[in-house]
């Protein structure tokens, strides 16, 4: 299929806004039911080759071991046990507040006992609504969702590509459901110093000296796709440096800045894989620079680190 097929905001904004908020239900249910993880890396969702998952999910403790997933195949929530039992539902003409029940029942049938502390949106607009009282949004549009998933698969796949090249501490590629973005993250090993006043997800998200890299599908401060970086804590003059290719460029944001590369002007690129994949690379070198990584050490050129295996063969 085509490489970075057009995904215009208004054309999925309904679906988007539904998907999102099924997204936070069973995002919040991964995070109620798995084992912490640094920088809250038990919390994203990975793909599938029908959608995503949560991946197993519970302890070894006796009690279930299951997996949330969807198929934007078969449009549907699929609940599975590690015995192998099962349910499911059709996505398409759900609310949020009858996905949000029908999960829970799922869940339920299948002997889970799991509890959302907070069972409403993360910072979204309409945050301090219930899931079990939205039922606003309740667009779903198969063709679209499945666009959505082919997206994000295709994006993973550079991002996966991009993430070989660095040797350090780095994130999965994943999908963040609070954010709506696909994103991978790599860590210098500093520590990073934070107001007292952070907030504790943003704290522990941001515990270490960063440059993270990814994809959102835009938003009303952005209304368009985007692959975006940025370095956090960010460095003085960063957003002085130049990116590639030409049209990528940087967005004040708050206090700091995002380099940008919009989705139209990289499907635009002559080859828009290498347009994102130097992207990243620039934005990477960028802050890596700025704030003194040693950057040979870290590097890993072709997902390779032993330095016999990388010298070219005789």
């Not at 990975?46 to 302890?59: D, K, N, S």
């Given at each position: 299929?085509?490489?970075?097929?057009?995904?215009?905001?208004?054309?999925?904004?309904?679906?988007?806004?539904?998907?999102?908020?099924?997204?936070?239900?069973?995002?919040?249910?991964?995070?109620?039911?798995?084992?912490?993880?640094?920088?809250?890396?038990?919390?994203?969702?990975?793909?599938?080759?029908?959608?995503?998952?949560?991946?197993?999910?519970?302890?070894?403790?006796?009690?279930?071991?299951?997996?949330?997933?969807?198929?934007?195949?078969?449009?549907?929530?699929?609940?599975?046990?590690?015995?192998?039992?099962?349910?499911?539902?059709?996505?398409?003409?759900?609310?949020?507040?009858?996905?949000?029940?029908?999960?829970?029942?799922?869940?339920?049938?299948?002997?889970?006992?799991?509890?959302?502390?907070?069972?409403?949106?993360?910072?979204?607009?309409?945050?301090?609504?219930?899931?079990?009282?939205?039922?606003?949004?309740?667009?779903?549009?198969?063709?679209?969702?499945?666009?959505?998933?082919?997206?994000?698969?295709?994006?993973?796949?550079?991002?996966?590509?991009?993430?070989?090249?660095?040797?350090?501490?780095?994130?999965?590629?994943?999908?963040?459901?609070?954010?709506?973005?696909?994103?991978?993250?790599?860590?210098?090993?500093?520590?990073?110093?934070?107001?007292?006043?952070?907030?504790?997800?943003?704290?522990?998200?941001?515990?270490?000296?960063?440059?993270?890299?990814?994809?959102?599908?835009?938003?009303?401060?952005?209304?368009?796709?985007?692959?975006?970086?940025?370095?956090?804590?960010?460095?003085?003059?960063?957003?002085?440096?130049?990116?590639?290719?030409?049209?990528?460029?940087?967005?004040?944001?708050?206090?700091?800045?995002?380099?940008?590369?919009?989705?139209?002007?990289a499907r635009a690129e002559s080859d828009p894989r290498s347009a994102v994949?130097?992207?990243y690379e620039s934005a990477y070198l960028a802050g890596a620079r700025h704030?003194?990584?040693?950057?040979?050490?870290?590097?890993?050129?072709?997902?390779?680190?032993?330095?016999?295996?990388?010298?070219?063969?005789?």
């Amino acid at each position: 299929m085509e490489l970075f097929p057009p995904m215009p905001l208004a054309q999925w904004q309904d679906t988007k806004e539904t998907l999102h908020r099924f997204a936070q239900v069973v995002g919040k249910i991964r995070l109620a039911a798995s084992v912490r993880r640094n920088h809250w890396w038990n919390v994203p969702f990975h793909l599938t080759g029908r959608g995503m998952t949560t991946r197993p999910t519970g302890r070894a403790d006796g009690r279930p071991v299951f997996t949330i997933d969807f198929d934007f195949v078969s449009h549907q929530l699929v609940v599975a046990t590690l015995d192998g039992r099962a349910r499911s539902f059709p996505l398409q003409g759900q609310s949020v507040a009858s996905f949000h029940r029908n999960t829970l029942e799922a869940l339920a049938d299948l002997g889970i006992d799991v509890s959302i502390r907070l069972p409403r949106p993360y910072d979204l607009p309409d945050a301090d609504r219930p899931f079990a009282e939205d039922t606003e949004h309740a667009g779903y549009d198969p063709a679209q969702a499945n666009r959505y998933w082919q997206v994000l698969s295709q994006v993973t796949l550079v991002l996966e590509e991009f993430a070989a090249g660095y040797a350090g501490k780095a994130s999965p590629v994943h999908h963040f459901w609070h954010s709506f973005d696909v994103a991978h993250t790599r860590f210098s090993g500093r520590h990073a110093d934070q107001s007292p006043q952070v907030d504790p997800v943003t704290r522990e998200a941001y515990s270490r000296e960063l440059i993270s890299f990814g994809f959102w599908f835009g938003d009303k401060a952005m209304g368009e796709p985007a692959f975006y970086s940025y370095t956090a804590p960010e460095p003085a003059e960063l957003a002085g440096e130049p990116l590639v290719p030409a049209s990528a460029h940087w967005v004040p944001r708050n206090d700091s800045h995002l380099a940008v590369l919009p989705y139209a002007e990289a499907r635009a690129e002559s080859d828009p894989r290498s347009a994102v994949l130097a992207f990243y690379e620039s934005a990477y070198l960028a802050g890596a620079r700025h704030t003194g990584w040693d950057i040979p050490r870290l590097a890993s050129p072709g997902g390779i680190t032993d330095p016999l295996l990388a010298a070219p063969l005789q």
